[in-house]
């Protein structure tokens, strides 16, 4: 890492490639992993998409007794496969104790759910059985094996087993795992607050009517949206001017986050004055840019600790704060978030997840505009996740300034910076948009 001693004007070590860059940001990431985080408890309900602060443990047997899978009847099955009717000796539905012992000979009626009776140790199917009066014989030629349709005591888990570990995203899944071991509540982390400031001039708010060569700051918005999705808590500043003292300002109210976003300033032009500025702070500069296309004059540091340092108890203090600038153009923007801001977010949050989701897919057309060389390429693309394997085409594009685009596209297709053409019909990677 350099260190903030340099000119302030040409703050940063020299372009990466793109998976250096990747590797670096998730190494930093990993690094994370020890930080110590505020938790706090929130009912089942609020829990989705939060990450887990807690392991989470049986508090009894999976299932809690030998449960049927089918309606039918519990029995012995060496009895049943001799095909000799058995005497119904009694009959369990779903919510019955477990009941028992099955005398010999006999075979008991049961529910799907239902506990098993103590001797029985497989359940015919009701489909599979000639019941006459009271009694009940396995249809010949089938057979019943011992184990067949139940599930035994603790086969899924053991009291105090530990199901899940902290450090895992919350889905409706986990939800479920957590209900069924009676976890009303769970203590998640804190999510991370992440500053979002966006800069330039030309910028008004989304209310505001956009005079002659003004436009709206709509990567604000769009930004605080991937924070949210990507597990933290989106704090929109004010737009910054394009003006030295505008961003001292704001940089220094924005650097009370967990995490910092910032938005245009990061290019070569007369106007980009957010590296210098970040570097009068005292910033530390892994990367300066990254070989890609679109987003290539992306920043990534960190400011000093101490600088970050919020007042609330909670949060952590004295520790370092962790920066993206991201290009402005709005498709820039957006890739290189989900590149290398969401790991970094997840990370800050306690999620052991990657943070950024890569995919495979079919390629639907040949696509051969690749642009410069030597740039690894995410262009904007659409994914149609409705057949059996997933078939991606690229969105037709007027560059990274293309929100109509960015708006049609659900993903981003990865070339290769070696790549001269992908054939239709080939295999390629995709970054998911969300
Ligand atoms: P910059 O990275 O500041 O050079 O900006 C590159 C391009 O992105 C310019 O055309 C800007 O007007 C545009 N841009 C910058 N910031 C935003 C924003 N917050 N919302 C929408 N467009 C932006
Ligand atoms: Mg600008």
């Known amino acids: 890492m350099n260190s903030a001693a340099r000119s302030p004007t040409v703050p940063g070590p020299p372009l990466l490639g793109y998976e250096e860059a990747a590797a670096l940001v998730a190494a930093y990431a990993a690094g994370l992993g020890g930080l110590r985080r505020a938790a706090e408890r929130v009912d089942l309900a609020s829990a989705l998409g939060r990450v887990l602060a807690q392991d989470l443990c049986a508090d009894r047997d999976q299932p809690p007794f030998t449960r049927s899978t089918r309606d039918g009847f519990a029995c012995r099955a060496a009895e049943a496969s001799a095909h000799a009717f058995l005497r119904l000796a009694g009959a369990s539905r779903a919510g019955d104790a477990p009941a028992g012992p099955l005398p010999p000979g006999t075979a008991w009626e049961i529910m799907t759910g239902a506990p098993v009776p103590l001797g029985a140790d497989a359940v015919a199917m009701i489909e599979h059985v000639e019941i006459v009066g009271a009694k009940v014989r396995l249809l010949p030629p089938r057979a019943l094996e011992p184990g067949e349709n139940i599930v035994p005591q603790g086969a899924q888990a053991h009291a105090g087993d530990e199901l899940l570990a902290a450090g895992g995203v919350i889905h409706p899944q986990q939800i479920a795992l957590a209900a069924t071991c009676g976890y009303a509540a769970l203590d998640v982390y804190m999510r991370p607050r992440v500053a979002i400031l966006a800069t330039g001039d030309e910028l008004v708010p989304v209310e505001a009517e956009p005079a002659a060569g003004q436009i709206r700051n709509s990567n604000a918005p769009m930004l605080a949206a991937m924070v949210a999705a990507s597990g933290g808590e989106p704090w929109i500043l004010p737009r910054a001017a394009d003006h030295a003292k505008a961003l001292d300002a704001a940089l220094a109210q924005a650097a009370q986050a967990d995490l910092l976003v910032i938005s245009g300033g990061v290019s070569a032009g007369k106007f980009d004055l957010v590296e210098p500025a970040l570097a009068r702070m005292g910033a530390s500069f892994h990367f300066t840019g990254v070989k890609i296309q679109p987003g290539k004059p992306l ?60 995919a495979l897919a079919r390629l639907k057309s040949a696509s051969d505009k690749h642009g410069k060389p030597g740039l690894t390429r995410f262009l904007p693309a659409h994914c149609d996740f409705g057949g059996t394997i997933p078939e991606v085409e690229l969105v037709p594009w007027q560059g990274s300034g293309d929100l109509a685009a960015l708006a049609r596209s659900n993903c981003f297709l990865v070339v290769p910076e070696e790549a001269h053409r992908l054939e239709a019909g080939s295999i390629v990677r995709i970054l998911l948009a969300s």
């Open 299 to 358: 920043v990534f540091g960190e400011l000093p600790k101490g600088r970050g340092a919020s007042k609330e108890k909670s949060r952590e203090k004295l520790r370092a704060v962790p920066f993206f600038g991201l290009p402005g153009n709005p498709v820039s923007s957006a890739v290189t978030f989900l590149l290398f801001a969401a790991p970094v977010l997840a990370a800050l949050g306690g999620s052991m997840g990657p943070g950024t989701r890569f």
